[in-house]
């Protein structure tokens, strides 16, 4: 009779048992490589302390320092030279501003340099003129690059990549590469020394026409086509599916039209020659000839000539950062 002798496996955590460790390659089983890390880990933080592992995208205090202060730098930089044009506009004429030390805070705060400025030029009706070329400026800019805009990036029709590479083109050419021949035709069509001629040339821009047009061209083929399905013509889907998509868009190009206008200083200095529609900036030339050693009334007449631009900004500020960030219909 043969004794047969059979082995059966452990039956560890009642009737239904459990599966074993799985042993890797050299034998070792799970609890035996955990074991292996703890030691290792315990080798490499001796004296109580382990190796710190850099975590995505959290920064140490050290970064955040080295931020901070390059963030102040900048800061520093770009509003420093306004507000010391700031300080000085609002200094007397008893507080010396050519010392070694001058104070940055005024010790005396006045508004008569403001005032000095308005009785020496007629800086009400250089305000005015400035405006009234601005506002044409930022009409047509809005008007025709959106017009623009949404015939490059939503119609069908020939020549449309040409039409495109042309505007493209224009943004390598200079301005001054056309100066002469855009103050030819302002003069030939009897609008020189107008303020009308001061407006023409920038109430359309090649930038704003492809800014408006990459703002036309997130929006998904899709919409226009259900549109069309619908029988929306083009200017029905212009207005009420294109426009509500890129009013930050639009909010941009007005802000940028108004800067250009309003701080250009060439293209009025060639055109305009009556001193009563001369614009803001070209009229403040004349404080600093006659008030040449005065730095307090030039910066005055420096602060007269920011205030409206930090209004408009203030105002479509939240529209401005809508635009930056703007990529069309979202889902």
């Known amino acids: 009779m043969t004794n047969t002798t059979s082995t059966t496996e452990p039956v560890i955590g009642g009737a239904q048992g459990a599966a074993s460790p799985t042993p890797d390659v050299t034998g070792a089983t799970d609890a035996g490589r955990a074991s292996r890390q703890n030691g290792r880990g315990g080798r490499g933080g001796r004296g109580g302390r382990g190796r710190r592992r850099a975590v995505w995208g959290v920064m140490s205090t050290r970064e955040k320092v080295v931020r901070y202060v390059l963030l102040v730098v900048v800061l520093f930089i770009t509003i420093g030279p306004f507000l010391w044009q700031l300080s000085t506009s609002l200094?007397?004429?008893?507080?010396?501003?050519?010392t070694a030390n001058p104070?940055?805070?005024?010790?005396?705060p006045t508004f008569e340099n403001y005032l000095k400025v308005a009785a020496a030029i007629p800086v009400w009706r250089y305000i005015g003129n400035s405006l009234l070329v601005a506002a044409?400026?930022?009409?047509?800019?809005?008007?025709?690059?959106?017009?623009?805009?949404?015939?490059?990036?939503?119609?069908?029709?020939?020549?449309?990549?040409?039409?495109l590479g042309l505007f493209l083109g224009t943004l390598v050419l200079p301005g001054e590469a056309t100066i002469i021949s855009q103050f030819v035709t302002v003069k030939d069509?009897?609008?020189?020394?107008?303020?009308?001629?001061?407006?023409?040339?920038?109430?359309i821009a090649a930038l704003n026409v492809l800014l408006m047009?990459?703002?036309?061209?997130q929006i998904p083929e899709e919409i226009d086509q259900a549109a069309v399905m619908d029988g929306?013509?083009?200017?029905?889907?212009?207005?009420?599916i294109s426009l509500p998509a890129v009013q930050g868009t639009i909010a941009v190009i007005a802000i940028f039209s108004f800067i250009g206008a309003w701080d250009d200083f060439l293209w009025p200095l060639i055109v305009l020659q009556s001193p009563e529609n001369l614009t803001l900036t070209v009229g403040l030339q004349y404080l600093q000839g006659t008030f040449a050693t005065d730095q307090r009334m030039i910066a005055a007449g420096t602060m007269i000539a920011f205030v409206p631009i930090a209004v408009i900004f203030a105002v479509l500020q939240r529209f401005f950062f809508k635009g930056v960030e703007e990529g069309g219909v979202k889902g």
Do not use: C
């Not at 200094?91 to 050519?98: F, P, Q, R, S, T």
């Not at 400026?137 to 017009?147: K, M, P, R, S």
């Not at 020189?192 to 109430?203: F, K, Q, Y």
């Open 189 to 203: 069509l009897g609008l020189a020394d107008n303020l009308v001629g001061v407006a023409l040339p920038g109430m």
């Open 91 to 98: 200094k007397g004429a008893g507080e010396d501003i050519y």
């Open 103 to 108: 104070s940055f805070i005024p010790s005396e």
């Open 136 to 163: 044409i400026d930022v009409f047509g800019n809005i008007v025709f690059a959106t017009l623009a805009g949404f015939a490059l990036a939503r119609l069908q029709w020939r020549h449309r990549k040409l039409v």
């Open 232 to 240: 929306a013509n083009a200017m029905q889907r212009l207005r009420y």
């Open 213 to 217: 047009f990459n703002a036309f061209r």
